[in-house]
Nanobody
Framework: QVQLVESGGGSVQAGGSLRLSCAAS????????MAWFRQAPGKDREFVAA????????YYADSVKGRFTISRDNAKNTVDLQMDSLKPEDTAVYYC????????????????????WGQGTQVTVSS
């Protein structure tokens, strides 16, 4: 089992920045990749960014490419999401997810491929 706990959400004005953190514990050695998804009110959950746990390969949704950066902090055993140039449409609950399934990088955007999920953290961007 892998336990995931998100932190760092909050409210910010458009153009601002936030950094989300996902603390992983448990059998993290079995993790192949971790990702961030988000769900806005009234919408389906969507992929944001993913990173392979050991290799450091990353993959981003087009809507956040160039603005968001996913990274791993080895010392803290966290996967972070640095969000810059935030827009009101980035408002959502952000979820951290982990998978032990080895798939091609583009398949890391598929929600059903993830085995473990955090509880989510709210991000609100005002105009």
């Amino acid at each position: 089992q892998v336990q995931l706990v998100e932190s760092g959400g909050g409210s910010v004005q458009a153009g601002g920045s936030l950094r989300l953190s996902c603390a992983a514990s448990g059998r993290t050695f079995s993790t192949y990749a971790m990702a961030w998804f988000r769900q806005a009110p009234g919408k389906d959950r969507e992929f944001v960014a993913a990173r392979t746990w050991s290799g450091g390969r990353t993959y981003y949704a087009d809507s956040v490419k160039g603005r968001f950066t996913i990274s791993r902090d080895n010392a803290k055993n966290t996967v972070d999401l640095q969000m810059d140039s935030l827009k009101p449409e980035d408002t959502a609950v952000y979820y951290c997810a982990a998978t032990y399934s080895r798939v091609v990088i583009t398949d890391l955007s598929v929600e059903s491929g993830y085995n473990y999920w955090g509880q989510g953290t709210q991000v609100t961007v005002s105009s």
